[in-house]
C-alpha cells in the first residue's frame, strides 16, 4: 500500500489523486492550532537533501588530487562521473517505484546508510603501483555506479513524502527547498573537501563526510512517518489542512502495475522528463566540471576555486527557494498550468543568457558571477517541475517523479563524458554554449506541458 492510501482499517486516511480542472485559490498561511509538524518533516528531508549532495560532490572536488595517485586522465575521469549519471538516471523510475512500495520513512533510511559505507570505500580506492597499474580507476567506476544506483531513488522518495505531508499548491516550496539543501551542500563541500585536501589529504575528505549520512538516517527514522495520519503529533487542523481540496480521482482506481504503465506512457509526464532532462543538461556541467574549470581555465589557485565554486550553489540555494515561492503563489492565484510554466520559461531562458555571458567574460571573476547567476536560473525552475509532476500525478508522485528525474539525469548522462570531449576538439566556449541551446529547447518545451490535465484524464502519448 503506498503512503497515503486509503484502507478500510483507517477510514480518515486520505489518498492523494490527481487534481482535476483550474485550481481554485488556495490560501498561504496554515490553521489555527497548527502543530507544525509537516514543517518538521520537511527540516529533516532539507538535511537530508544537503547529506546527499555532500557525499555526491566530493568527489567532483577531490578529483584534482586524486587524478594523478590513481593514475587516471580528465577524459578517464569523465567516464567515473558518467558512471554516476548513468546508474542515476536508469534506477531513477525503479527507485521510485521502491519508494512508493517502501515508503518514504524505510527507503530513505535505506538509502542514507548506503551512502556512508560507499563514501568511506571511496577513500579506500588503490593508488596506482607497478603491480596494480591504473586499478583505481575500475575500483572508482564500480563505486560511483553503486553510489547513483542508491541516490537515484531519494528525491523521488522525497518528492512522495512532500505529496504526503503538505497541501494542493503547496507542493512547490518544499521540493524547492529540497534543491536548496542540495545546493547548500555542494556549496559547503568544495570549500571544506578543498581545506581537507590541503590539509589531511584527499582520502580523509571522504572518511570526514561519511558519518553525516548515518546521522541524517538515525534522525530520519526517529522522527519522521510516511503519512500524517501515522504521526501522533500532528493535531486534526493540521491534518485537515494538508488534506484540504484533494479531490476524488476523474477515473476508477487502477491497480499499481497499471498506472505505472500508464505514466510511462503519459504526454505530460514525458514532456517534463524531456524538458528536464534540457535544464539538468546545464546543471551538470556545473555539477562536474566547474570546480576544474575555474581552476584549470581561469586559473584559479587550488583553495581559491573552492571558494569561489561554492558561490552558484549558494545562489542556487536562494534561487531554488525563491522559485518555489513564487509557483506555489502562482498556482494558488492563476492555476497550476501557467503557475508551473512561468517559473520554468523564465528561468530557462534567462540559463542561456548567463551562461553566453560567463562563458565570453574577459574579467574571471565576472565569468564566476554570471556563471552563478546561470546556475541560480537553473534553480529558479526545481520546485516548478516538481510540483507539476504531483498534480499529474498525484498518490504516484513517487513513481512519476522517477520517470521525470531519469530525463533530468539522462542529460547528467549526456553533458558529463561529453563536455570533455567538445573542449578536447573545440575548446571551452563552443561546450558551453551546448548548455544555452538546450535551456532554451527546454522552455520552448513547457509551452506544451498542462499540468492541469491530471493522469486519470489523459490519452497516453
Known amino acids: ?147 547513483g544506483l542508491v ?60 558519518p553525516l549520512a548515518l546521522a541524517a538516517a538515525g534522525a530520519w527514522w526517529w522522527y519522521a512517518r510516511d503519512t500524517p495520519a501515522e504521526h501522533r503529533g500532528v493535531g486534526a487542523a493540521e491534518r485537515a489542512w494538508i488534506e484540504a481540496g484533494r479531490h476524488d480521482p476523474p477515473s476508477p482506481p487502477m491497480s499499481k502495475p497499471r498506472v505505472w504503465r500508464q505514466l510511462l506512457r503519459n504526454r505530460e509526464t514525458l514532456l517534463l522528463a524531456l524538458s528536464y532532462f534540457c535544464m539538468n543538461y546545464v546543471f551538470y556541467i556545473f555539477f562536474s566540471w566547474l570546480y576544474l574549470y575555474l581552476v584549470d581555465v581561469r586559473k584559479f589557485s587550488v583553495l581559491e576555486g573552492g571558494v569561489l565554486g561554492a558561490l552558484p550553489w549558494l545562489i542556487g540555494a536562494a534561487a531554488a527557494a525563491l522559485g518555489g515561492w513564487a509557483c506555489d503563489h502562482l498556482c494558488a492565484r492563476i492555476g497550476p498550468r501557467w503557475g508551473c510554466r512561468l517559473p520554468c520559461v523564465v528561468g530557462l531562458v534567462l540559463v542561456a543568457f548567463f551562461l553566453v555571458a560567463g562563458a565570453t567574460a574577459g574579467n574571471p571573476y565576472l565569468a564566476v558571477l554570471y556563471l552563478a547567476l546561470c546556475f541560480g536560473s537553473t534553480q529558479l525552475t526545481e520546485g516548478a517541475y516538481w510540483a507539476g509532476c504531483t498534480f499529474v500525478a498525484g498518490e504516484h508522485t513517487a513513481a512519476a517523479s522517477g520517470i521525470l528525474n531519469t530525463g533530468g539525469n539522462l542529460g547528467g548522462v549526456v553533458s558529463s563524458p561529453l563536455i570533455p570531449v567538445l573542449v578536447a576538439h573545440f575548446g571551452w566556449l563552443p561546450a558551453l554554449l551546448t ?27
Open 151 to 210: 541516490q537515484a531513488p531519494f528525491y523521488p522518495a522525497y518528492a512522495g513524502a512532500v505529496a504526503a505531508w503538505f497541501p494542493r499548491a503547496g507542493w512547490a516550496l518544499p521540493n524547492a527547498l529540497g534543491s536548496t539543501g542540495l545546493a547548500l551542500g555542494a556549496a559547503a563541500t568544495s570549500p571544506v573537501v578543498a581545506w581537507l585536501m590541503v590539509t589531511v589529504g584527499w582520502r580523509a575528505s571522504f572518511y570526514w563526510t561519511a
Open 1 to 147: 500500500m503506498s503512503p497515503g492510501a486509503a484502507t478500510p482499517a483507517d477510514p480518515g486516511r486520505r489518498a492523494l489523486p490527481p487534481v482535476a480542472g483550474r485550481a481554485e485559490p488556495v490560501a498561504t498561511d496554515g490553521p489555527k492550532g497548527d502543530t507544525l509538524v509537516r514543517w518538521r518533516v520537511l527540516a529533516l528531508l532539507f538535511g537530508l537533501s544537503f547529506v546527499a549532495y555532500v557525499v555526491r560532490t566530493n568527489l567532483s572536488v577531490a578529483a584534482k588530487y586524486m587524478m594523478p595517485e590513481l593514475g587516471i586522465s580528465e577524459i578517464q575521469m569523465g567516464w567515473v562521473f558518467g558512471a554516476f549519471t548513468f546508474a542515476y538516471a536508469a534506477f531513477q523510475f525503479p527507485g521510485g517505484i521502491a519508494g512508493e512500495w517502501l515508503g518514504s520513512r524505510r527507503a530513505l533510511v535505506l538509502l542514507a546508510v548506503a551512502w556512508a559505507a560507499l563514501t568511506l570505500a571511496t577513500g579506500w580506492a588503490p593508488g596506482q603501483t607497478i603491480f596494480t597499474g591504473s586499478a583505481g580507476l575500475g575500483v572508482l567506476l564500480l563505486l560511483r555506479f553503486t553510489m
Open 435 to 461: 548548455g544555452s541551446a538546450f535551456a532554451l529547447l527546454g522552455a520552448i518545451l513547457w509551452l506544451f506541458i498542462d499540468v492541469e490535465r491530471p493522469l486519470g484524464a489523459q490519452s497516453p502519448a
